[in-house]
């Protein structure tokens, strides 16, 4: 088992940037591809990012390409999500998670077996 603990989230203005962070215990951070995801007030879930085991692939949702940019360090058990050209819709509570299973494209809530508690992340126009 692992825990997930999000940090980095605050107030930003658009245009601006933030880099959210994510420390997972456990000495077997490398073997999970690692996800973020979001959820803004009053909708479902949505999937933001993905990186593979090695960090070697990566995937995002389409608003997101080309603004975030997922990656990690598996020396230091952390997760990372860069977060540029913020926009209010961007406002959200930012969550990350841990595949175990790695049996789809990791871009699906089910896929994921750990997630962390999230960091808020508010974006003013």
């Known amino acids: 088992q692992v825990q997930l603990v999000e940090s980095g989230g605050g107030l930003v203005q658009a245009g601006g940037s933030l880099r959210l962070s994510c420390a997972a215990s456990g000495r077997t951070f490398s073997s999970y591809r690692m996800g973020w995801f979001r959820q803004a007030p009053g909708k479902e879930r949505e999937f933001v990012a993905a990186?593979?085991?090695?960090?070697?692939?990566?995937s995002y949702a389409d608003s997101m390409k080309g603004r975030f940019t997922i990656s990690r360090d598996n020396a230091k058990n952390t997760v990372y999500l860069q977060m540029n050209g913020l926009k209010p819709e961007d406002t959200a509570i930012y969550y990350c998670?841990?595949?175990?299973?790695?049996?789809?494209?990791?871009?699906?809530?089910?896929?994921?077996?750990?997630w962390g508690q999230g960091t808020q992340v508010t974006v003013s126009s």
């Open positions: 990186i593979s085991r090695s960090g070697g692939s990566t």
């Open positions: 998670a841990a595949d175990r299973r790695y049996t789809g494209r990791g871009l699906d809530i089910s896929e994921y077996d750990y």
